[in-house]
């Protein structure tokens, strides 16, 4: 059964701290994808990476960075979170060729920030 | 600038009555329209992909149709396990992401 793991479900952090999201796939990816999730607004990329080390930026990178050492493993970064990084975060994989019907999420990490 | 627009933002339904969600796009060559569905505290999980005008998927209770300017997920004789958010997306030509709508909740009382 193919996996996306978000280690941190639920993380609670001040404003102004450095916040990691970890995000694993089994599937031998190459793509991963971070989104965030808010009210009204639906699903917004902030990141996606199509291999080690190579990163592009979404709609909406303002705030945040990645890593990608390891191809099963895509971290979000918010170097000095803020309140309004308040959100709900999914990470995603798919295979080379991006598709809806190929791609895969884990089940989220709610972040607030206080 | 690829959109997609989702009506209603929330439904609510008894048990066994019929309805549609709607979403609307505009895109520079579509390459594939997507529907998922997410409960509370998943991600989502797809359902249907629709390519082309007047294509049509079903699903158990569930049928996708696609025209050129929008899409609908009818509901047929729903359940209260159909309740979730329903996320449309379109893939443009040539592009490397997906661009969502901002979902439909959908609720159906017993």
Request: glycine share 8%.
């Amino acid at each position: 059964d193919v996996k996306v793991t978000q280690s941190s479900r639920y993380l609670v952090k001040r404003t102004g701290e450095k916040v990691f999201l970890e995000c694993v796939q089994d599937m031998d990816h190459e793509n991963m994808f971070w989104y965030r999730q808010d009210p009204g607004l639906g699903l917004r990329l902030i990141y996606f990476s199509y291999d080690v080390k190579m990163k592009e930026k979404g709609d909406i990178p303002e705030g945040y960075s990645v890593s990608r050492e390891k191809k099963e493993r895509f971290s979000l970064i918010l170097e000095s979170a803020s309140t309004n990084q308040t959100s709900m975060y999914l990470c995603a994989s798919s295979p080379p060729t991006i598709s809806g019907n190929t791609i895969y999420f884990g089940e989220g990490s709610w972040l607030t920030v206080v | 600038e690829d959109q997609v627009t989702q009506s209603p933002e929330a439904l609510r339904l008894q048990e066994g009555e019929s309805s549609s969600l709607n979403c609307s796009y505009t895109v520079s060559g579509l390459r594939g329209l997507f529907w998922y569905r997410q409960d509370p505290g998943k991600g989502p999980e797809f359902l249907f992909t629709l390519y082309s005008a007047g294509e049509e998927k079903e699903k158990e209770r569930l049928k996708a149709t696609l025209t050129k300017k929008e899409s609908f997920l009818h509901i047929t004789a729903p359940k209260p396990e159909d309740s979730a958010t329903y996320l449309c997306a379109v893939q443009a030509g040539g592009a490397q992401k997906l661009v969502f709508g901002q979902g439909t909740r959908l609720t159906i009382n017993p």
